[in-house]
């Protein structure tokens, strides 16, 4: 153990980049129905980590929660969406791949997902209710989260967290 070298808070922020990059358009997440503001905030936060963009609607208070919930010292990038099925609609279009992440038949099991390899979009649902049937026929891939236990889904924020981290390709 008297090998191992703890990184300095200098050290990592000689590796980080000193400006935020600008909306590389590669990953989106996309909680497109929240129900918790207070994920927001904590998915924001992964965005910048994974190198992700945030995509939400705006809502009255959607706004505020990221505002509340982001300890980020410079501006992430978010996109505003009016409708989330037009938009999603949007980037498939425009050659994105839209990804669920939902508990369905024929699902990919996150530990198969690979690594992005073109502009995807992970599309996450209402915490209770999932991906609403509409947009569920506008996604070309779902993935499934495994669990053991009780509960039959994580919060938005976690739930992102895991499927952007593989598909960035840190996982």
Same mark, same amino acid.
């Given at each position: 153990?008297s $090998?191992i070298?703890v990184?300095?808070?200098?050290?990592l922020?000689?590796e +980080?980049r +000193?400006h935020?990059? !600008?909306?590389l358009?590669?990953? #989106? /997440?996309?909680?497109?129905?929240?129900l918790h503001?207070v994920n927001l905030?904590?998915?924001l !936060?992964?965005?910048d980590?994974a $190198? %992700?963009?945030l995509? @939400?609607?705006?809502l009255?208070w959607t706004t505020? %929660?990221?505002?509340r919930?982001?300890?980020?010292?410079?501006p992430?990038c978010?996109?505003?969406?009016?409708?989330?099925l037009?938009w999603?609609?949007?980037?498939? /279009?425009a050659?994105?791949h839209i990804?669920?992440?939902?508990l369905?038949?024929?699902?990919?099991?996150l530990?198969?997902?690979p690594?992005a390899r !073109?502009p995807?979009?992970?599309?996450? $649902?209402h915490?209770?209710d999932? #991906?609403?049937p509409e /947009?569920?026929?506008l996604?070309?891939?779902? @993935?499934?989260i495994p669990m053991?236990?009780?509960?039959a889904?994580?919060n938005v %924020?976690?739930? /992102?967290s895991? @499927?952007?981290?593989?598909? %960035?390709g840190?996982?």
């Amino acid at each position: 153990m008297s $090998g191992i070298r703890v990184r300095t808070r200098k050290d990592l922020r000689a590796e +980080r980049r +000193r400006h935020p990059p !600008r909306c590389l358009g590669h990953l #989106i /997440a996309a909680p497109l129905w929240p129900l918790h503001g207070v994920n927001l905030g904590t998915l924001l !936060r992964t965005c910048d980590a994974a $190198g %992700a963009c945030l995509a @939400v609607p705006r809502l009255p208070w959607t706004t505020e %929660a990221l505002a509340r919930g982001n300890t980020l010292r410079r501006p992430a990038c978010v996109h505003w969406v009016r409708d989330p099925l037009t938009w999603l609609d949007g980037e498939r /279009a425009a050659r994105a791949h839209i990804l669920g992440v939902e508990l369905a038949e024929n699902a990919t099991r996150l530990a198969d997902l690979p690594m992005a390899r !073109r502009p995807t979009v992970t599309v996450l $649902g209402h915490e209770r209710d999932g #991906i609403p049937p509409e /947009a569920l026929d506008l996604l070309d891939e779902v @993935v499934e989260i495994p669990m053991i236990g009780t509960g039959a889904s994580l919060n938005v %924020a976690v739930a /992102a967290s895991l @499927v952007l981290y593989k598909l %960035a390709g840190f996982a």
